[in-house]
């Protein structure tokens, strides 16, 4: 199975800031890595796919990088709604496998 | 607009089965896609269970190989879950999702399962 590794585990940041937050897969995945944002008491919801393919209705500030093991999930100007987990997944080989995620809070 | 809604007992007792159903508006479940299933422990860990396709073929985790069961009613527009053995490892949310591409674009509310006796 391809583990992926999400660091940090936390991030605490100040509104207004902007972030990075990092995927490593355990052997190389091209592109097929996708991004989740997870609030408290609710589902996953898509921002990015295919390492940075924006999706419709998410906002701008979230942005996508990354090929081959590492990834980054960059939030432009962190606003009071985005504080919430972040988790990457992996499409390259069955089965699928997400990441730890990264929790986003509030400093 | 597609929604999934999951369904199921909310407790089950160790060495028995869970069983849920994931209800489909919006969309017919043999027009495309995979439908899966997706589980979250406490403590953030997501899991992958496996998905049964728009053609009723399906594909399961190895972790879950001999437990696991994803069929289907297309004249209710549901699939189900069935996990058998399970243990108080089990205790999860489950959530019934879309397989668009190879990413999750509709996910169901999910549905916390206890197992407990």
Redesign the interface.
């Known amino acids: 199975d391809i583990v992926l590794t999400q660091s940090p585990a936390t991030l605490s940041v100040t509104p207004g800031e902007s972030v990075s937050l990092s995927c490593r897969a355990s052997q190389g995945i091209s592109t097929s890595i996708h991004w989740y944002q997870q609030k408290s008491n609710e589902s996953p919801r898509l921002l990015i796919k295919y390492a940075s393919q924006s999706i419709s209705g998410i906002p701008s500030r979230f942005s996508g990088s990354g090929s081959g093991t590492d990834f980054t999930l960059s939030i432009n100007r962190v606003e009071s709604e985005d504080f919430s987990v972040y988790y990457c997944q992996q499409s390259y080989s069955l089965p699928l496998t997400f990441g730890s995620g990264t929790k986003l809070e509030i400093k | 607009e597609i929604q999934l809604q999951e369904s199921g007992p909310g407790l089950v007792k160790p060495s028995q089965s869970l069983s849920l159903t994931c209800s489909v508006t919006g969309y017919t479940i043999t027009s495309g896609y995979d439908w899966s299933w997706i589980r979250k422990f406490p403590g953030?860990?997501?899991?992958?269970m496996g998905y049964i396709s728009y053609s009723g073929s399906t594909?399961y985790?190895?972790?879950l190989k001999s437990r696991i069961s994803i069929t289907r009613d297309t004249s209710k527009n549901q699939f189900f879950l069935q996990l058998n053995s399970v243990t108080t490892e089990d205790t999860a949310t489950y959530?019934c999702a879309r397989c668009l591409?190879?990413?999750?674009?509709y996910?169901?509310?999910?549905t916390l399962v206890t197992v407990s006796s």
């Open positions: 953030n860990k997501m899991e992958w594909n985790n190895p972790s959530y591409g190879a990413w999750f674009a996910w169901g509310q999910g």
